[in-house]
Nanobody
């Protein structure tokens, strides 16, 4: 069974940085696109960033230039480096293993809280 476990969230002041980690088990992630989503209170969940198996990345406009998604296939782990954090980045952040041509399922982690104080 695929499990994704996020860590690294917490409370940080505006302008600060955090690095989120997502450790996968039950699946080798190297062949999959991985993603980070977030959900702020009272808002819909939104896609923050994705990274393909080839290492191509994509970001929502609001985090471009501030967030970096990366993967370490040897550690079966995906990261989200967040810098110059803003209060509007406050949300629960979720890691995903995205669907593929051979597996239509999307797997989600349990989420990690990021709170940015202004």
């Amino acid at each position: 069974q695929v499990q994704l476990v996020e860590s690294g969230g917490g409370l940080v002041q505006a302008g600060g940085s955090l690095r989120l980690s997502c450790a996968a088990s039950g699946s080798i992630i190297s062949s999959y696109t991985m993603g980070w989503y977030r959900q702020a209170p009272g808002k819909q969940r939104e896609l923050v960033a994705t990274i393909t198996s080839a290492g191509s990345t994509n970001y929502v406009d609001s985090v471009k230039g501030r967030f970096t998604i990366a993967r370490d296939n040897a550690k079966n782990t995906v990261y989200l480096q967040m810098s110059r954090l803003k209060s509007e980045d406050t949300a629960v952040y979720y890691c995903t293993r995205e669907r593929s041509s051979w597996d239509s399922r999307v797997y989600w982690g349990q989420g990690t809280q990021v709170t940015v104080s202004s």
